[in-house]
């Protein structure tokens, strides 16, 4: 079965920066998008960002103008580049693929911004 494996998260201060990892067990030119999603503690799970095939990319408004989402087709993996992060940015951070038939979430990482 197709897995993505998000890596990257941790902690960082306000005002840091982090990127997270997203490897998948397929070419990512198979998806028709990819992205990112967080669910902080008590939160239902909450867009981030998303990379379609054709290269578009689209931000939640809470991380736009932060946050950057790119592709690296070659080594099949999505990245999350995570600038100003603030104590609210706290939260587990899921990686999203789609294809015409099924959406597949990997199992997250951990990024805790704190002082």
């Known amino acids: 079965q197709v897995q993505l494996v998000e890596s990257g998260g941790g902690l960082v201060q306000p005002g840091g920066s982090l990127r997270l990892s997203c490897a998948a067990s397929r070419s990512i030119f198979s998806f028709n998008a990819m992205g990112w999603y967080r669910q902080a503690p008590g939160k239902q799970r909450e867009w981030v960002a998303a990379a379609t095939s054709g290269g578009s990319t689209k931000y939640a408004d809470s991380v736009k103008g932060r946050f950057t989402i790119s592709r690296d087709n070659a080594k099949n993996t999505v990245y999350l580049q995570m600038n100003s992060l603030k104590p609210e940015d706290t939260a587990v951070y899921y990686c999203?693929?789609?294809?015409?038939?099924?959406?597949?979430w990997g199992q997250g990482t951990q990024v805790t911004v704190s002082s």
């Open positions: 999203k693929g789609e294809d015409w038939a099924r959406v597949y």
